[in-house]
């Protein structure tokens, strides 16, 4: 694991360690980025003024770190711990803040599967990319075992004990209790503890935005699997994407086809505009590229959004987040349009070689027929640098704590994809026009013609 290290010493003398992972060679990092990676790393577990919770909905087990320098438990940590945690989500209203999520691996049987270094893959590789969709900055973390025993793990095995719809969670937090107890009965040790077995290790990241309905993350009426993600590829934006059409034509294809489902068109609502379908469906094909490359097998469901308002200003595009800003408020003109914007959140199940890759096996990146030139050009380039085990290559063999056969699948799903998408370009199947904010500024793009080679 190389990047920048901040250690923080546990109640017990164990002294753990937050890394900010190594920028990617050639990757696209904000002012915000890094600021975030140096609070996350800052954050001293044990404070009284930092609560942990454990996460006791959805399907596996994560700790919620809060802020309580201020709110009805200001300071108070013992109290929080055991008063607010059990409101669940609803124990953030109680702190100032949420700071973070703590996420360590859980494939244990019973359990949903999830797989610390997935995050850092997503974070990291869409910098690379410099992608358009929203993925949160993350930082590896290790805790102290016992102590992640004694004030979380318990506690979450306790509260997620007969919750309805909660059997993998709680699945996962008996396998956790069950391995902080005794790390060697938990295969492979190495996927959850450091060497000196005193410590588990994942990611911290965050979980910014609200949950898209079937407008987006599809019906899911096919059940888990193969189904729901064939319903995936019936929403507006990905039927627009499998257009061969002209751009405009492809959108109002996809929203007329994707609209004939009646859950879909309640979802969608009567006014999505051009640009909101230009951004979708730029952020729907790096979605599935990375999903593609990491064999990540649980997207579909998964997808979030935080609305903005956007509009030209001196010709140039803004926007400002919808929370604190209102159209016509007098820092948004009256005719800003309101734009969701995705955020790609729930990153962690991929980047293992058990893991199913559903965006391959149900052929998702065949059907592209529009995608942007930047992230054509980034792909061919990455693949040509893993292909020659160049600084990119290893950077991945060494920032992320991968196995040689995991490194070896980032390999292989790359050029695959690459060979995909070349094979597309070379057909004349695949149009060069997915530019989001000359759309937005221009209200049309000009499709370019590219070398297929990437050069």
């Known amino acids: 694991m190389q990047g920048i290290e901040t250690f923080h010493q546990s109640p017990n003398g164990i002294v753990e360690r937050c890394v900010r992972i190594a920028q990617a060679p050639g990757g696209t990092y904000g002012k915000n980025d890094l600021e975030q990676e140096a609070a996350y790393c800052a954050i001293d577990l044990y404070a009284p003024d930092v609560a942990m919770c454990p996460k006791t909905w959805s399907t596996s087990p994560g700790t919620m770190i809060h802020d309580i320098s201020q709110g009805p438990y200001a300071r108070d940590k013992v109290e929080f711990e055991r008063n607010a945690c059990k409101e669940g989500k609803s124990a953030g209203d109680l702190a100032k803040d949420t700071l973070a999520k703590f996420k360590p691996t859980m494939n244990a049987k019973g359990t949903s599967g999830t797989f610390s270094p997935s995050p850092l893959l997503y974070y990291h590789f869409s910098r690379y990319f410099d992608m358009s969709v929203k993925v949160p900055v993350t930082v590896w973390r290790s805790i102290d075992a016992g102590a992640h025993l004694g004030e979380v793990a318990r506690a979450g095995l306790s509260l997620s004990s007969g919750r309805h719809g909660g059997r993998m969670n709680h699945a996962g937090w008996e396998a956790l209790v069950n391995a902080e107890k005794n790390p060697a009965g938990y295969q492979p040790t190495d996927d959850l503890f450091t060497a000196n077995r005193s410590q588990i290790y994942g990611a911290l990241t965050s979980s910014p935005g609200h949950r898209y309905g079937s407008e987006i993350n599809g019906t899911r009426v096919s059940g888990w699997g193969k189904g729901q993600n064939q319903d995936f590829q019936k929403t507006p934006a990905f039927l627009a994407l499998r257009s061969d059409k002209p751009l405009i034509q492809a959108i109002e294809f996809g929203l007329i086809e994707g609209s004939k489902d009646r859950q879909i068109a309640k979802d969608l609502g009567q006014s999505v505009t051009p640009q909101q379908m230009v951004f979708w469906m730029t952020e729907l094909t790096e979605i599935v590229l990375l999903d593609f490359i990491f064999s990540q097998q649980d997207r579909v469901g998964n997808i979030d959004f935080t609305p903005y308002y956007y509009w030209l200003e001196d010709g140039k595009l803004t926007h400002k987040r919808t929370k604190h800003h209102e159209a016509g408020d007098g820092s948004v003109p009256a005719d800003a349009i309101l734009l969701r914007r995705t955020n790609l959140n729930d990153n962690d199940a991929g980047g293992r070689v058990q893991y199913a890759n559903f965006a391959k096996s149900t052929q998702m990146l065949e059907k592209f027929r ?12 990455l693949n040509a640098d893993l292909q020659s085990s160049g600084p990119i290559f290893q950077w991945l063999e060494t920032s992320f704590g991968l196995s040689d ?7 292989k799903n790359t050029t695959l994809a690459s060979d995909i998408l070349r094979q597309s370009c070379e057909q004349g199947q695949l149009i060069f026009d997915l530019e989001p904010k000359k759309f937005f500024e221009t209200g049309s793009v000009v499709a ?8």
């Open 370 to 381: 529009h995608i942007n030139a930047n992230t054509y050009v980034k792909l061919v380039a």
């Open 405 to 411: 056969r995991e490194v070896a699948q980032v390999v």
């Open 448 to 455: 370019q013609e590219f070398p297929c080679d990437g050069s």
